[in-house]
């Protein structure tokens, strides 16, 4: 799936920086569009490689 190859680079990211929230992550990632990290991140979170909790209007994520 199409999703794998950002997973990478959004798991590094999570890393480095635990609990994240998602509104923030996109201007942190220049080099993924609004729309890849939304689409990885979901599909991520279903596989179980990333934790994504509602938090206000957007989700906290971590690595899992």
């Known amino acids: 799936p199409e999703y794998r190859k950002y997973q990478k680079?959004?798991?590094a990211y999570l890393s480095q920086n635990p609990s994240?929230?998602?509104?923030?992550i996109y201007e942190?990632?220049?080099?993924l569009t609004?729309?890849?990290i939304?689409?990885?991140?979901?599909?991520s979170?279903?596989?179980g490689k990333i934790g994504r909790v509602k938090k206000g209007r957007s989700?906290?994520?971590t690595v899992r």
């Open 28 to 31: 942190k990632i220049p080099e």
């Open 45 to 47: 979170d279903k596989e």
């Open 38 to 43: 939304s689409y990885c991140l979901y599909f």
């Open 20 to 24: 994240c929230i998602q509104s923030t």
């Open 9 to 11: 680079i959004l798991v």
């Open 59 to 61: 989700y906290e994520l």
């Open 34 to 36: 609004r729309d890849q």
